[in-house]
């Protein structure tokens, strides 16, 4: 019976290591595995006092593989985008309607008709403002969208008729604001009494990543909580309650609460911060908002040196509990379903086909009405995954290359000056390196047809027979020349001018109809459909610069078909 149940824990461990390594939460999956199997007899021990629900297990985690999963310095806070000085250098508006009137405002009063007047008023420290003829007339407290109607009242109340009344707010006091708390840099800051805590809070730097809170944010006036901000209402909300701030107010950032941990299948993949005991996932997903497509997720709680972890679908997670230190993970679980192959280029037939998942290429031919000019034989797939990992892979060489001429150390102060004239002609190859986008394209065979697995958003392409063969790169005048049988690709680059100055003679590469790219052959005869490309030759006195160059140019080459000058 033991025996049983250790397999299953072991199972069930595994495969949510295996999930979490998917979605980047576990960054050693094998150390976590390996450490779940290490911890067994404990596991064994804690399964004889305990329940073990069909989609729970317990991961017995510890040293390293425990900070992997629960980092309590994260900076991934959500909230800490909005200090990056945005608001820090804008003054709120002292002319819309919901300003309130504060002592040390600049009020413009006319009068006309049977009585002229005409000044600007600051309101005095009792919030008055004084009209001759007409006395006192308190304005702190009301709003400026009814300042005018205010003003026009205690006129009428002296000049029933024949005076008209303009008032309009001028300007606001200056005031100096405390900001404390868990802030970056905590201090005396200026502002006008409309400005928003937000603004106050970014010239303090922004809430402390780290310590502070996003949800407990209080406005102090003379030792009184005035007004609590939760700054997630603004971030999600997009609201933000008034207040008309005075000089000496405080604004204290409150300590950090509670936190969980979202990714996956979700538009926020942030830490988040409740000030709850604890929260519903429905509440955590409410914020997270999962994206299309999104099944299940996974939460794994901590318990002393263990991990406990529960897997639910979303439908049966909506009232369980998220808890401090929670991290979930939202996973797009796949299940036999359908995909959408498009299918573009010399056909008459349908030109997007819905097949069952894990479809074959076979399949896709049987749907295909060929034209007169379709060439079948050299079926073309691009694929988006595999678009994505060749810029993966194009990146890791720029970074590399990047590296190696960066951090290169020079003997002597003529390498020294060389190494700086190469680095910024690296500098300026590397930018315009990342700024391609490989096409994704599969190599096929008619051969392995029946081999080659489909995946949603495919494109299959059928080319056209072609007359043409195109000769570009480091030639003197790229073009197209009409084919014809027989002849090598040095005969075609000569009908197009030859090589050009910056032309690597060695680095010729044909790719041919179906996508497949190899370095040209002197005994190699053009077919039907080929494509001649010249690469540049790289001119550098360091060994690296040229290899790594010439890798990076003969990779994109082969990715996205163009000759990257260098």
């Not at 205010?150 to 001028?170: D, P, T």
């Not at 031919?365 to 994505?388: D, E, W």
């Amino acid at each position: 019976m033991k025996r049983i149940l250790l397999l299953s824990i072991l199972s069930t461990s595994i495969s949510i290591v295996h999930a979490a390594y998917n979605q980047n939460m576990l960054p050693d999956a094998g150390q976590a595995i390996q450490s779940a199997a290490s911890g067994q007899d404990r596991s064994l021990n804690n399964a004889a006092d305990q329940t073990i629900l069909p989609n729970q297990s317990v991961l017995n985690l510890t040293g390293q593989t425990a900070q992997n999963l629960i980092d309590p310095n994260a900076k991934n806070m959500f909230g800490a985008q909005l200090f990056k000085g945005a608001f820090a250098n804008t003054a709120g508006s002292t002319f819309n309607d919901s300003y309130r009137i504060n002592p040390g405002d600049h009020i413009n009063v006319r009068l006309w008709g049977a009585y002229q007047f005409a000044g600007n008023l600051t309101v005095d420290p009792e919030g008055n403002i004084f009209l001759p003829n007409v006395g006192p007339v308190k304005v702190a407290g009301t709003s400026n969208g009814n300042l005018q109607a205010l003003i026009s009242s205690h006129v009428r109340k002296i000049y029933v008729a024949n005076v008209g009344v303009y008032a309009a707010l001028e300007k606001a006091q200056p005031v100096q604001v405390l900001v404390t708390g868990y802030v970056s840099q905590p201090g005396n800051y200026g502002g006008v009494a409309n400005d928003t805590v937000v603004a106050y809070l970014d010239r303090a730097g922004g809430v402390d990543a780290e310590r502070g809170s996003y949800i407990n944010v209080d406005i102090m006036r003379a030792g009184r909580l005035m007004q609590r901000v939760d700054l997630y209402e603004f971030l999600i909300s997009g609201r933000v309650q008034p207040f008309s701030f005075r000089d000496g107010d405080i604004i204290v950032v409150g300590p950090r609460t509670h936190t969980f941990n979202i990714g996956g299948e979700v538009y926020n993949a942030y830490d988040f911060e409740f000030n709850a005991g604890q929260i519903s996932v429905a509440q955590a997903l409410a914020i997270a908002k999962p994206k299309p497509g999104a099944t299940n997720v996974s939460i794994l709680r901590r318990q002393g040196n263990e991990f406990r972890s529960e897997y639910y679908s979303l439908n049966d997670a909506q009232n369980v509990t998220v808890q401090d230190g929670d991290i979930l993970n939202v996973t797009a679980d796949r299940y036999a379903g359908s995909i959408q192959v498009r299918v573009e280029g010399a056909h008459n037939g349908p030109h997007a086909i819905v097949l069952p998942y894990g479809a074959k290429l076979s399949q896709v031919l049987t749907q295909i009405t060929p034209n007169v000019l379709s060439n079948v034989n050299a079926l073309q797939l691009y694929r988006p995954s595999v678009a994505k990992r060749q810029k993966e892979m194009l990146n890791v060489a720029l970074d590399n290359l990047e590296n190696a001429t960066f951090n290169a150390r020079s003997s002597t102060q003529e390498e020294a000056n060389l190494r700086v004239k190469d680095a910024e002609l690296v500098k300026q190859f590397i930018a315009k390196a990342r700024s391609v986008q490989p096409k994704g394209q599969v190599v096929l065979n008619p051969e392995n047809y029946n081999d080659v697995i489909l995946e949603q958003g495919d494109v299959l392409v059928v080319p056209e027979i072609s007359s043409v063969i195109m000769v570009h790169g480091e030639v003197a005048f790229p073009n197209a020349i009409g084919f014809q049988p027989n002849l090598t690709a040095a005969d075609y680059i000569s009908q197009v001018g030859g090589f050009s100055q910056k032309s690597n003679k060695s680095k010729v590469i044909v790719m041919h109809a179906n996508g497949e790219a190899e370095l040209l052959s002197k005994s190699y005869k053009i077919q039907q459909g080929d494509e001649i490309l010249v690469l540049p030759k790289v001119q550098s006195k360091s060994i690296e610069v040229v290899r790594g160059i010439t890798q990076i140019i003969y990779q994109i080459a082969v990715g996205a078909k163009i000759a990257l000058d260098w």
